[in-house]
């Protein structure tokens, strides 16, 4: 699909989704973990305003995915949820149970309208993000001539190995929290609220570092034991933003479709790592494939975490930085300075029974305007050349279109269906 | 195999595993979380001591558990691996890389001794508990005639629909922490360390509470929505736990194993919730069903959370805590009087891809010394009459012998394999 669509940076666009220390780190990437030293955040986020929440937060500790796929071809079902979820993530994120203060309770005779395992619990930074995959606008619900040209469904990508089951959606819900029973909640009462007409068709569970106890470190570690986040631009960046996150931005390509002004593109990878085959690599070998130090998260060209990448320098006249090192091959420098919002999660769902082996690894999340000028010519750039293939495999996939935030009073699927 | 063993309280033994708020809730088991309004636990557990770490340990926020199997005939290799355990577990719950403080670096040509990803994180109260399976006792490695009579597997149960991926276990790693990156680093590098001489089996990720960000909440909610853990005793109830808890504790059943003298028997249960049938059940037919309110937790006999139940009671001609109530049939009142020391955990394991609801429960885990003499009767018991069976369905099972604490300059398996 790049072939229809303008693209506003020449011939070689890209993003540096992935990079500094290690997968989804990109020299270029937006930040998404408050810096340590920073004061204790608020512990409730807004959900209303121009932009959803959950894209520019910093990231909290914990995260529930789902995707979901539509069981309805009644298009006015599908807005009625949409509303409902709107109002109860509105209450939910201000750690109220849903239909408010009494809903773990109420009339004997009737099930609670809250679920319950969070009351008494606070918000901990609880937002829920909504995004619409490219399957909603198929002929089911009259939607064709509303799909923006950008959500199209991934191209096959090298490095991938994908698991059907966890691939796609017709929506998802991204909340983060950090609690992770606040998180399940949230998920589990929209599931509940939709049933009949949405049902979940795969769910993802993260954690990340707990900022609550780490005040120590400042860059997160990723589970191949690197910094990760690095050079993550920060969600005050607000030009980098513009330019490549939000839809309408500043620098950003054409609006294609209006409701889509102020929103955004989500597209979620789950990343195996093969720990095992990492955990025997050599220090040496680990550091030269991704290009920093794996105890300082300094690049190989410098001394400091945050040194900027010098591609050039040669050390006994070869690069000190290698030709297959991860963060070269999705530095910004290397990408046509393309730059996209991540938010990753390290995520382990126990064993993979075929082969005995830990199937753990990174679930990452990037935002960007353009996706298929960012994401996907950075990542097959990546699965064909980068030394840190061998170390990866991609097992689940989506891409979803983050619409702009909910005014109050008004809810999600609002500029959708108008 | 309860025939064979002298039973200490007559007829009706049994123990009140299952009880306060939902399974797991004993309105006599035993602690594992801090109170409300308690200090701010400390960072680190001991690692060295009498008891192994991890049993009355306050319950931390996540739970990584793995069950393992050995896969050489070689008894030193094992006590080997055991050893290295030992010294790796010392050094984690400090917050210290494997190998010591440079262990996540080190030679360029070598792999690094530590995986790095809990790397300058705190030690988050990290605690990892041994246990022995069963199996370790076959003819493999010449330690039959040393298996105490209280490690048998367990008896098929009612209730139960095991999924044969996760059952039993030569060995079992539990790691608490309240960082879930820090408790799965702990069982990754142990495993690592392992590699050639165990394996993983099983493994489950559990969350509970995030206590850091739930200073309001005293007593935490499982995924039924009630609270859970309101009757459990607490780790200061030394004479409780001298009885029901420790192997030769002070009117405990005679030890038949040395060895075991100071260690205790963990049960692992994966149980299932079928929350969507909950759900839909009216706020009444929750509480008769529990046998407590769910707002406050209390007991339907009374009006406080803590208030003891009265199981006499009735209200207009009727038991105030119905006949089939959890709470009644797991009440030690009802069961002989014993207790016992459970640590629970929410988990969710997404979707089961059978049926499309979500694989959402409690990872129940019950210490005792004598687990066919309380466990087991309970259980049974229960998983017939309980009016909460119905929504619930185990799916997982072990059975361990947790053997007492590693003393300092000592390791697991020291008295196993004296």
Chains 1, 2 share one sequence.
């Not at 204790?40 to 979901?68: E, K, M, N, Y």
């Not at 619990?121 to 909603?136: C, E």
């Not at 570690?221 to 030009?239: C, H, I, Q, S, Y």
Request: hydrophobic share 40%; aromatic share 6%.
């Amino acid at each position: 699909m790049s072939s229809t669509r303008p693209s506003r940076r020449g011939v070689l666009t890209g993003a540096a989704v992935l990079g500094a220390g290690g997968i989804g780190a990109g020299a270029g990437a937006l930040a998404s973990r408050p810096a340590a030293g920073s004061p204790a955040p608020a512990r409730t986020v807004a959900f209303h305003g121009d932009r959803q929440a959950g894209i520019t937060t910093p990231a909290q500790d914990s995260l529930v995915f789902a995707a979901l796929d539509v069981t309805t071809r009644r298009v006015g079902d599908l807005a009625d949820v949409l509303q409902r979820w709107s109002a109860a993530a509105a209450t939910m994120t201000t750690g109220v149970p849903v239909g408010g203060p009494g809903g773990v309770g109420g009339a004997a005779e009737e099930p609670p309208q809250d679920t319950g395992e969070a009351h008494e619990l606070p918000a901990a930074n609880l937002t829920v993000t909504l995004g619409y995959g490219p399957s909603l606008f198929d002929e089911r619900f009259g939607l064709a001539d509303r799909r923006p040209a950008a959500l199209e469904e991934l191209p096959a990508l090298p490095g991938e190995q994908l698991d059907p089951t966890k691939v796609g959606g017709d929506l998802c819900l991204q909340a983060c929290a950090d609690d992770p029973q606040v998180a399940f909640h949230a998920v589990r009462n929209l599931v509940r609220i939709g049933r009949g007409t949405v049902r979940v068709r795969w769910m993802q569970l993260g954690f990340g570092r707990t900022s609550t106890t780490s005040t120590a470190q400042s860059t997160p570690r990723n589970l191949m034991g690197f910094k990760d986040g690095t050079a993550n631009v920060r969600a005050e960046d607000t030009a980098d933003l513009e330019e490549f996150v939000w839809v309408g931005g500043r620098g950003a390509p054409a609006v294609d479709q209006e409701w889509m002004r102020g929103g955004t593109y989500l597209v979620a990878r789950r990343i195996r790592m093969l720990v095992e085959s990492w955990d025997r690599a050599p220090l040496g070998e680990q550091e030269r494939v991704i290009g920093r130090a794996k105890e300082s998260g300094a690049p190989l060209s410098g001394t400091g975490e945050f040194d900027a990448l010098d591609l050039d320098r040669t050390v006994g006249g070869k690069p000190a930085i290698d030709v297959a090192a991860h963060v070269r091959l999705a530095a910004p420098e290397t990408n046509g300075g393309v730059k996209m919002l991540r938010r990753g999660y390290s995520y382990t769902d126990g064993l993979d029974l075929a082969t005995g082996q830990l199937d753990a690894g990174l679930f990452f999340i990037v935002f960007g305007n353009d996706p298929h000028q960012q994401f996907v010519p950075v990542q097959r750039k990546l699965g064909s050349q980068d030394a840190l293939t061998e170390y990866l495999k991609h097992t689940g996939s989506g891409i979803f279109a983050c619409p702009p935030g909910v005014r109050p009073g008004g809810a999600w699927g609002a500029g959708l269906f108008s």
